[in-house]
Each structure stands twice: as C-alpha cells, then as structure tokens.
C-alpha cells in the first residue's frame, strides 16, 4: 500500500477552512458518539480525512454505496461534525463505530501502518458498486470538511461524489435508493418527486378539502430553508399556504427546533397569536410545532416529538382496524425517557399498546422499531419516523381496487421517511392528519393528552464522560452520590421524576424534571442543575 497522507488534515497541522493551525495533542482522543464525531469546526479537518477514508472502506468490504453527512444539525454554526450512513440509509453499524473512534484516535505516525492493519482485518470485496456520497448543511467549514473527506477516499480509491447542500434526511435517500433503486426516484429532484406525489394522493383521500390555514415555519436559518421551499414548489399551489421565517441568518440562534424545544419560547420573530407554527432544526431532521396565546409574550404552547409521535399512532391503529388488518401486524411504539408521562400514559391506556423505551439516540429507537410490522419513534426533541415492514407492505398497497383506509395508509407509508427522521416529511404527514381530522393545533394540542409540566435545561461541563447512567438513561450511577441527591429532591418536592444524562453532542449533561405543577418542575429542574454544576 503506497499512500501519502495530505499534511493539512493531520493532527499536526489540522488546518482549518480560515486557513489556520489547530494541532491537536495525540493525548487527546475523540469518540464516534450518537451523531458521529462532533466539535468545534476547527478540530474536525483531521477527523473528516480519516471518517471519509473509513466509510471508503466500508464500501469497498460492502461493495456499496456509503454516505458521509457532514452536519452539526442543532448544535451552534461555530460547531460540526462528520457521520457515516449505511447502504441502506441507515445509521452507521455499531461495530465500525469503535473502527472510526480508533481511527481518529492514533497519531499522525502510527495512522498509515493501522490503516494497513484495518485492510487486512478486513475483507475487501468487488468494488464496482463503491462510493462514497457526502453532503453539507450551510455552515462555513462544510466544504472545507468535505475535501478533507474527498482526501480521506481517495487513500482507499474509491470514488467520491458531493452532493452540495443537502438535508441530513436527503443524504440518507440519496445513499438508499443508490443502493436499492425501488426504494423512490434518483436525486434531490426524486426526494420531491416521491413525497410530493404521496402528499396529493392522500390528499385527494380527504374527507374534508378545506382552504390551507397559514402555517409559519421557522427554518432555523439553516439548509431545511432552501430546501422546504423546492418541497412546496413541487407541490400544488392550493395546498399549502406557509410564511417562511429564519430563512437566512446565523444557524440556530434563537431559532430552530431545539431552541423552541428547550425554552418553550417562539423563535425570533415572535409568532402571531392563533397561527400554526413549526420548526426545524439545522440539518432538517427534527420536527416540532407550536402556537401562541398572546402575541405579546414570547412564551408558547408546544407539540414536541411526543405529541407527532402519538398523532401518526393513532391515526394508523385507526386505520389498520378499519381496513381489518390491526390483528395481522405488529406494532410498536418507541420511546425514551425525555418522553413526557402523559405521552406514555396515553399510548397504553388510550391506543392499547405499551410503549417501549430505549437509551437516547436515534439508532438505538430505530433498531427498536424495526422489530414490528409498524415501529413508530420519535424523540422528544422532535426527531421520529416510522419503520414498515416487507409484511406490511404486501398487505397494504395502494390502488383502484384497495378500500380507502388501505389507500391512505399506503400513501401516508410513502410519504414517510422511514430511513430516518425527516423534518420536511414528518410535517406534510402532520399537515394531512390535520387536515384529515379537522382539527386546528390547539385541538390537536388538547384532544390527545396534556402534558405533564416539564423543564429541560443544558448545563455546560469540562468532562462529560464523568457522568455515567444506567442503561435507560434515567439514573446516574457515577459520580456517586449525585443519584441520591435527584432522588432527596423529587422526594422533598413531590414531583413525579428527574434525571440528568451527558450528552451524545455537546459538551453538556442535560437535565429533566418532571412534576404535576409548574412552579415545581421549574424549581425542582434548577436544583438538579445546580447539583450538576457545583460538582463540574
């Protein structure tokens, strides 16, 4: 193997896209996390040589299509990150995960003589089908991480094809129909073509064909704005009526999914009381909606991932009983312990089934989901989809001689995303229940369930990986003494539940409490934080 490493994505230099040196010690090691690796941009071009070099080889043992998405999707513009997709659209197997935190983790001199380990390790196939296809969201470092990437192939000679500016969702359905060409139509163009035809067809199933109410969708000043507008583009111009917000400015500052999500506060600009509002985060993967009271308060009334998630559930129980197929098909309903209780509740007392939980992060709930005929996931934070199995889809196909709840429910399954969580998708699907139902959101927001008061606060810390939990993530079993101390306090306070859990992106632990009052979940939630940071 004769190969030169490019000295500007090297720990030693790990030149930046402003041009500038940021070595990085070799004590220093980086693990490949619930989004791949992610940091400050200028401590990735060295990572993204050696994830794009990785995913390269993953094609050649596969003999498939792998994509890279470079995206630090919520997280503030100064950060990103790099992430590997499996051939079928999927997260990255866990197994090559301790492949790429190995990988990035050597120094400069030992990296050649590993790779070399690596490929013999390894079983290199036929590489006729190899490639690796990567995207960018619109921070400034993305194209510069993407040619340390296109370096990073090249050490394996595979070819390597940028598809510019793309969701983090668009990337996923680019790698999946590369390598299974049923799955929809080729291109940014097919991603519009599938889900647009899906949206028309379940909305001529309508019942009630009103005129579109306004929806405001705050873009999160990130790729999901460009790329929403060709979405509405392809769709026709009766069915939607949308204002764009935060189309273009500095990513995810006081905008977007998570802020809205985390401060239960309308991102700037303030939205106007009654109207339907949504938003997106950075990379267009997360979903959440909300509407205000008061025009003049910043404070609104929120519809997070719990509330799509049990939206979608009971719209396909409905429809499964109705078409006569409920006893025929699995299905399961995935969810974490961000999950709000009423949400829970609801699930197993209302549409009968127990929901499941599972650790944060989106490959644990998709691997969960697609145990069932249908596997329902969302997470708190707005990020869901729905798996559907090969069963399924035998028994539901859509056509002139199907009855119309099978009709719907294959148009609503092709409207779906299901290789991940699909922001754009997930809303035209929220969009026709709606529509469907004929409910407003506040009717959405009170007809299903109310949640229980809740706070949810980021604490900034020096060493995440200090704060470990048990595998539910709903206790902390180290440092100890800090489980004891939550537990003292929901006790005192008499509140339902509070946790604190390290994040799988930033450099924080993130704490929940829960309570049947507001005033309580607030304090309590402070309390925990506090905990947190008196021990950092």
Known sequence: MTMSIDERFNRRSNIDHNGQSNPLDDTVKISYGTAGFREKAEVLPFVALRV??????????????IGLMITASHNPQCDNGVKIVDPNGEMLASEWENHATMLVSIPDDELLREMKKLEETLQLGDAKEARVICAVDTRPSGQHLADAAKAGAALCNVDFEFLG????????????????PAFGPPGEDGYYTKIGTAFRQFYELLPNKSSP??????????VGAPKARKLFD???????????????????????ADFVKICKQSP????????????????ADRLVYFYSKNSESKNVILLDGDKIAVLFAKFLIEELKEAKVFDQLTIGIVQTAYANGASSAYIKNQLGVDPIFVPTGVKHLHHEAMKYDIGVYFEANGHGTICFSDHFKSLISGGETSSPPKNRLYWFSQLINEVVGDALADLLAVELLLKYYGWTVEDWANKLYHDAP?????????DRSIFQTTWDETRLIAPLGL??????????????RAFARPSGTEKTVRVY????DAEVANKLGEKVAEIIRNFN
């Open 213 to 222: 109410t306004l929806l405001m969708l705050d873009c999160a000043n990130g």
């Open 483 to 496: 489980q004891d101390k939550i537990d003292h306090l929901v006790n005192e306070l008499g509140a339902i």
């Open 454 to 462: 809740n706070i949810q606060i980021k604490v900034p810390v020096t």
């Open 513 to 516: 409490a829960e309570a049947e």
């Open 52 to 65: 794009g070099y990785l995913a390269a080889l993953r094609s050649r043992v596969l003999n498939k299509a």
């Open 234 to 256: 392809a769709l026709p111009k009766n069915l939607m009526e949308v204002d764009f917000k935060n189309e273009v400015g500095e990513l995810n500052h006081e905008c977007g």
């Open 165 to 180: 500016l793309l969701t983090t969702p668009q990337l996923h359905y680019a790698v999946r129909v590369q390598n299974d």
């Open 268 to 283: 700037v600009p303030t939205c106007i009381e009654g109207v339907r509002c949504a938003s997106l985060d950075g990379d």
